[in-house]
């Protein structure tokens, strides 16, 4: 049926529409199955007196309005660029998905608070198999929703469908909990089961909403790309030999469809300008034609064929290396100034060497002093942004 349903809203339409149905088609599948849950479920919470039964149902009713707010969401992250809003509306769409996960925590609040209240003053649960039948049912319902949610993130990256998703698994979760405590209840006589177990369902499904705004968070504050982009990329820039090197490579992702990046490419200085500019348009073209990112890349002369300053890249490479293989370097100039000769050069080390600039600059500088004691080191010390 998902593959039907899929197939059905992908009829003339091109990529550019497609996110935006395959929103809309989650939106009214999950709107009408979380609205006919929550009226079974209402129904048999009040017919079995079951407070984690109807805390349930009415879990349900709140999915029917997170899918409502994924939709939104998607559709305004669809809005064109415009004045005040120059590279579009991408991220509404982690917006609406924070919203979706605060609700999974509010829903964690309520469903303990209730529970503890059940705990306190215990009530009998009615039972009957056909209550248990229809709770099993439901759950099914769940299951196949979570993995219909699973199948249109993975072919869109939608982060509401990844939110809805975690939501429709903790809703199994918390159903299937609910029946073991009218069981226990039922069998057992131990009628403070169906607050206990609502307890530890309203703690799974915190952890859960956790994980689940980790997920949001990561990208609003701005996550490190993939490496397959990153690497991608590099190798497009590389693809010339009149680039020789790139650095400070800083990717910005204003949502899953809009993405821009700047790089330094370190180019002879003594080629043609107007065949390095060129080379460097073909470049960001292709970068967007393969990956749909939209590139800046800055010029950075380098002075190949000056013997001295080639000399002096090799000894601050042998010394670079013995102080940790991981390090790189680029522009590096040798600079006279006042009569001092500088050697100045950018040094990139990994996040984990962040704490430890001081002590690294003094072990190169003394390195340095030891291989070249006849220029002035100053070094700039910076991390990867990727």
């Known amino acids: 049926m998902s593959d039907f349903l899929i197939n059905l809203v992908k009829k003339n339409k091109d990529d550019s529409e497609l996110k935006r149905a395959y929103s809309d088609l989650s939106g009214v599948f999950g709107i009408i199955c979380n609205l006919i849950l929550f009226v079974t479920k209402l129904a048999v919470g009040a017919l079995t007196a079951s407070v984690s039964v109807t805390a349930d149902a009415v879990n349900n009713f709140a999915d029917s309005a997170n899918n409502l707010v994924a939709v939104t969401g998607t559709r305004l992250s669809n809005k064109p660029v415009d004045k005040e809003h120059p590279f579009g509306h991408g991220r509404m769409e982690y917006v609406s998905a924070l919203i979706v996960a605060v609700s999974i925590f509010v829903v964690s609040f309520e469903l303990f608070k209730s529970s503890v209240d059940k705990i306190i003053t215990p009530a009998e649960i009615k039972f009957s198999p056909w209550y248990i039948a229809v709770l099993l049912v439901t759950v ?166 000056d013997s001295r300053t080639r000399a002096y890249v090799k000894k601050a490479r042998r010394v670079v290396k013995s102080v940790n293989p991981a390090y790189t370097f680029h522009d590096l100039r040798v600079v006279e100034r006042e009569g001092v000769l500088y050697l100045d050069f950018d040094l990139v080390i990994p996040f984990e060497d962040e704490g430890r600039q001081g002590e690294i600059e003094s072990e190169l500088i003394a390195k340095l002093d030891e291989a070249c004691p006849e220029v002035t080191p100053e070094i700039n010390i910076e991390h990867s942004y990727i």
């Open 140 to 305: 099914l319902v769940k299951l196949y929703m979570a993995y219909f949610y699973d199948k249109l993130y993975k072919i869109t990256s939608n982060l509401n469908l990844k939110a809805v998703r975690q939501d429709s698994l903790n809703d199994c979760i918390a159903t299937l909990s609910t029946v073991a405590a009218v069981l226990v209840s039922h069998y057992l006589g131990f009628s403070r089961a169906d607050g206990i177990i609502g307890v530890f369902v309203s703690v799974f499904i915190f952890v859960s909403g956790v994980q689940v705004l980790k997920d949001i968070i990561s990208p609003l504050l701005g996550e490190a790309p993939p490496r397959e982009l990153t690497r991608g990329i590099e190798s497009i820039m590389l693809e010339s030999e009149i680039v020789l090197g790139v650095h400070d490579l800083i990717v910005h992702s204003y949502g899953a469809d809009k993405i821009i990046a700047s790089a330094h490419a370190e180019v002879d200085s003594d080629e043609d300008i107007f065949t390095i500019h060129n080379v460097i348009d073909d470049a960001e073209r292709k970068i967007f034609e393969q990956y749909g990112v939209v590139m800046c890349i800055h010029m950075d002369p380098v002075s190949i064929g």
